[in-house]
């Protein structure tokens, strides 16, 4: 008996929007512009053309199945993304899953440099404590729920070792799914110096993750062809 490839289940509707601003960056359905840092929304409503937001540096909407797209303004601009990038980290951290190079339920020990990450005020946390261990789930949970920056640093440091080699892969896989605009520093998109022990060396302090609308949308697309599960957990409240 002959099995026929793997058919991706979407909702009826789709939309994914990028509204990128000086101070916000949020992915969000285009039908009800729900915010949230770091979230895929889905919607089975009618898609309407999103208001033009007067803050916004760069916005896009796209078919999420088709790609195609239904509305755009500097979506080609390269922006900082700021919690954006925890995208990125979850999309590797879920290839290396599929690839049977790790487990959701893997454990991972938190270092002294992500656990200071983690405390940082006025960032977003999970409260990570040094030497504990937490499940990938747990940390890719945290990342894309609570956008905490500590989780996303410490599944880089699973994955690579160090975030200078998690930095290169993700700048490297950005090429492969054919951005070519993004420029990665670490797994969170806080400042460099702002991962403090974790900074990239001979990289200037206030250095960011950066990347236009569309690529993120590219991103964001992307991810949910390799795992269309993700909304399970963005919907999350």
Request: glycine letters at 6%; charged letters at 15%; proline letters at 3%.
């Amino acid at each position: 008996m002959k099995v026929g490839k793997k058919q991706l289940i979407f909702p009826k509707t789709l939309i994914l929007t990028v509204v990128m601003t000086g101070l916000i960056l949020m992915l969000s359905n285009i039908s009800v512009h729900a915010q949230t840092t770091t979230g895929l929304v889905q919607t089975h409503n009618s898609v309407k053309t999103p208001a033009q937001t007067d803050t916004a540096k760069g916005e896009i909407a796209i078919d999420a199945r088709t790609g195609q797209i239904i509305y755009q303004k500097n979506a080609q601009k390269k922006l900082p993304i700021a919690s954006l990038s925890k995208l990125m980290t979850v999309y590797i951290v879920i290839q290396r899953i599929q690839a049977h190079e790790l487990s959701w339920n893997d454990k991972v020990k938190i270092s002294p440099q992500v656990a200071e990450i983690s405390a940082i005020p006025g960032t977003t946390s999970a409260g990570l404590v040094s030497g504990r261990e937490y499940t990938v789930r747990e940390l890719c949970d945290a990342a894309l729920i609570g956008s905490a920056s500590g989780a996303a640093m410490a599944l880089g440091q699973k994955i690579s070792g160090n975030s200078q080699a998690f930095a290169d892969l993700m700048n490297q896989t950005a090429k492969k799914i054919g951005i070519k605009d993004a420029t990665f520093y670490n797994a969170s998109g806080l400042t460099n110096c702002g991962t403090h022990g974790l900074k990239l060396k001979n990289v200037p302090e206030m250095a960011v993750n950066t990347m236009s609308a569309k690529s993120v949308a590219i991103l964001s697309k992307q991810l949910l062809h390799t795992d269309p599960k993700i909304l399970d957990i963005t919907k999350q409240p």
